[in-house]
């Protein structure tokens, strides 16, 4: 919705300040009302709503690094396992072949972290400063209409 008087853009949902981020799954600071329905409870704050979606964010930056470390050596096996190669042979060999898929798994577990890494602080740091920009536009944006509005009025 936008303020007839000063251009002011917010919410029809929750009321806050409207940016074009507001609706973004990833902005933890955006409309309360995409919470999932078990949160979006009528007793809940919007402090609370931002505590609980920060906590979210930061269990996914704990568990992903985890994730990671338990998929490689799994990937490493199921593509051994999908290959003729591997279904060709006896069972001491298949043993042999997915003990050695394991190890190459979990000898690839730190190129898998410090790939995971250099794609996740990136990623953080660019999504602060797209918030941070945006609402420094959004400020400038009603700091224009506002004085335009008084200087044609004056």
């Not at 690094?65 to 591997?86: D, E, H, R």
């Not at 420094?136 to 335009?148: I, P």
Request: with cysteine; charged share 15%; net charge positive.
């Amino acid at each position: 919705m936008t303020c007839q008087f000063c251009q002011h853009e917010w919410c029809w949902i929750c009321g806050s300040d409207y940016t074009s981020i507001h609706y973004a799954i990833f902005n933890p600071f955006g409309c309360p009302a995409l919470m999932p329905g078990w949160i979006r409870q009528k007793d809940w704050s919007y402090v609370k709503l931002i505590i609980w979606r920060f906590i979210c964010f930061i269990l996914l930056i704990i568990f992903t690094p985890m994730f990671v470390l338990v998929i490689a050596p799994l990937f490493c096996i199921a593509k051994l396992k999908q290959t003729s190669f591997y279904r060709d042979k006896n069972c001491w060999i298949q043993a042999c072949l997915l003990i050695l898929a394991l190890l190459i798994g979990v000898a690839l577990i730190p190129i898998a972290v410090v790939v995971f890494a250099v794609a996740l602080v990136p990623s953080i740091i660019g999504i602060i400063v797209f918030y941070y920009d945006e609402r420094k536009r959004l400020e400038f944006r009603h700091q224009t209409a506002l004085s335009r509005h008084f200087q044609q009025n004056a």
